[in-house]
């Protein structure tokens, strides 16, 4: 059922008539006026109550749909999604799906080019704070403006585990290129006013996203009716500008006009393609520079893969939710290689409280056991003011890891920060605690001087 996402906002009581009103709690919660506190929020999907009227249904999701439409390109594994987006400023809430990498591929490269991108699209993914932060889709242009090679293109990535942007201006190649991809819901794009129609046929009869693009406001709106006339809401927009400049003007216009005033013509992700853009800026720069400017899809030139790490992990600290500390699992940790005689150090599971300690204690060359304990993300010195870090906790996990078995000795090395829990936590878990240096490199010293003596 398609809803209008112009539903007004309406107060937990008026939710609340629309409930069936019985307490079941089948949605989580144990009352209806709970859940409708959740829905107001947008803290919950309307789909947990399993006894909404369609009616019913209809109205609760308008009210709690998001101002910038939330589509999906690819099926299952492959899936990515777009938009999706309540707010313009992260502190006003968080972004919710983060802006989709896509590597540029076109149909004038031969196979062993395309290989050695894909390959290099492989090894630009790593690890950061327990993310994999890697390329996400692939786009694939027909830059030869024939159906031949652009066809060898897509039979050629089909397989890969990236979902696809179909990149086209001539529908009947597009109609080549989405029979081979047939149900994987590629993103088609190319969609201007001159072939708006039949491209807008091919996306119906593949079920599959569409982006239009316009060189100016008028046209682009008159696009994105037609479009929802004929019942596509699966929309992506190819913002208006020619420079770098203009399109950040115009994916800020279309952010604010979807999420500020309710502007639900432009309420859809958004794609650029910064290195086609006039400018003087370096292309990595222009990848970052839209991404902060909400481009929900930024397609980038294989050339530029090298330099995506830093743009990868402005990303991940973007979508960062400013409301939940970042954390990492609580537990047990080796760094290097212990062995029975190697120090036990703890700490709290605050990400870059873990990341500096271990990263210090490798760089020093040493090998112990790492406790992390869960204090709800918070540092060592908050955590201890906010009474979050407790000597029970820290029993508690020395139990469930079984620290006691791997190490013949009963030492503890706490933070420095945490020292005045050093009594009650030596109470707690019979173990004799040391109170380590208050910054972590220190710790090589300390633990040759302190705990290495006796
Ligand atoms: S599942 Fe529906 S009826 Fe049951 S408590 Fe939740 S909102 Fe009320």
Redesign the pocket.
């Known amino acids: 059922m398609r809803v209008s996402r112009k539903a007004k906002q309406m107060s937990p009581i008026e939710v609340y008539k629309l409930?069936?009103?019985?307490?079941?709690?089948?949605?989580?919660?144990?009352?209806?006026m709970a859940?409708?506190f959740k829905l107001v929020q947008g803290a919950v999907e309307v789909d947990?109550?399993?006894?909404?009227s369609d009616e019913a249904k209809s109205l609760l999701t308008g009210m709690t749909a998001p101002p910038v439409a939330l589509v999906v390109i690819g099926r299952g594994d492959k899936a990515v999604r777009v938009g999706g987006e309540k707010v313009s400023f992260r502190h006003e809430d968080k972004f919710y799906n983060q802006p989709v990498i896509a590597l540029e591929l076109n149909d004038l490269m031969d196979m062993e080019e395309v290989k050695n991108c894909l390959k290099k699209a492989e090894e630009a993914a790593f690890e950061r704070m327990e993310q994999t932060l890697k390329v996400n889709a692939l786009a694939l242009r027909n830059l030869s403006g024939r159906a031949e090679p652009f066809v060898r293109l897509v039979e050629l990535v089909k397989d890969t585990p990236y979902p696809l942007i179909v990149s086209t201006e001539n529908p009947s190649t597009a109609m080549k290129a989405l029979n081979i991809l047939k149900d994987e819901r590629p993103l088609l794009h190319g969609a201007v006013l001159r072939n708006l129609m039949p491209m807008a046929s091919l996306a119906r009869r593949f079920k599959c996203p569409i982006s239009v693009k316009a060189a100016d406001w008028r046209t682009l709106l008159a696009a994105v009716n037609r479009l929802r006339g004929i019942g596509l809401h699966d929309i992506v927009i190819h913002p208006p500008g020619e420079t770098l400049k203009e399109v950040i003007e115009s994916l800020t216009i279309i952010r604010r006009l979807a999420v500020d005033k309710k502007f639900d013509r432009l309420g859809y992700p958004t794609i650029t393609f910064p290195e086609d853009l006039k400018s003087n800026v370096p292309e990595p720069l222009r990848t970052a520079a839209v991404m902060t400017r909400y481009s929900s899809i930024i397609v980038v030139k294989p050339e530029t893969l090298r330099f995506l790490r830093p743009v990868m992990m402005l990303r991940q600290s973007i979508m960062m939710d400013p409301r939940a500390p970042i954390s990492v699992k609580p537990g047990l940790y080796y760094v290097g290689k212990p062995t029975p005689e190697s120090p036990v150090l703890m700490t709290t599971n605050y990400a870059l409280t873990y990341y500096i300690l271990t990263e210090d204690l490798k760089n020093m060359g040493i090998d112990c056991y790492l406790i992390v304990v869960d204090t709800g993300g918070l540092s060592v010195a908050c955590s201890i003011a906010g009474d979050k870090l407790k000597p029970e906790s820290v029993k508690r996990v020395m139990e469930e890891t079984g620290i006691a078995e791997k190490v013949k000795h009963r030492t503890l090395i706490i933070p420095g920060r945490a020292a005045r829990l050093s009594g009650d936590i030596e109470d707690a878990t019979g173990w004799r605690v040391l109170v380590g240096p208050l910054r972590s490199r220190e710790i090589a010293e300390f633990i040759e001087k302190q705990f290495r003596r006796e």
């Open positions: 409930l069936p009103k019985t307490n079941c709690g089948k949605c989580g919660f144990p009352t209806c859940f409708a947990k109550c399993p006894y909404l």
